[in-house]
């Protein structure tokens, strides 16, 4: 079963910039897609979140970075093989 941890933090606030980690553990299929809604309850516009993601990374479980890509304009590949995964980003709110 896997688990998945979220840490936010706002460093420098007058920047308006949340640094986001993902950290996705005991993970059995070679890759996960990672899916940022673009939407919000209770709203009918589409808000396209994902346009704001800055400086995105993907880790291993050694810490080494690992491969990725943007299969469309809210969705990240991210290679797994079978291990842990860490995303980090920045997102302008």
């Not at 993902?22 to 890759?31: D, R, S």
Request: glycine share 6%; no cysteine.
């Amino acid at each position: 079963m896997s688990t998945i941890r979220y840490t936010v933090s706002m460093p420098q606030p007058e920047t308006h910039l949340f640094h986001v980690e993902v950290a996705v553990t005991g993970i059995a299929q070679p890759y996960l897609d990672f899916i940022m809604p673009s939407w919000t309850p209770g709203s009918y516009l589409i808000r396209e979140f994902a346009r704001h993601v800055q400086e995105f990374q993907a880790f291993d479980a050694a810490g080494e970075p690992t491969s990725w890509h943007k299969l469309n304009k809210n969705t990240w590949r991210v290679e797994a093989n079978g291990g842990d995964v860490t995303l980090r980003y920045k997102v302008y709110a």
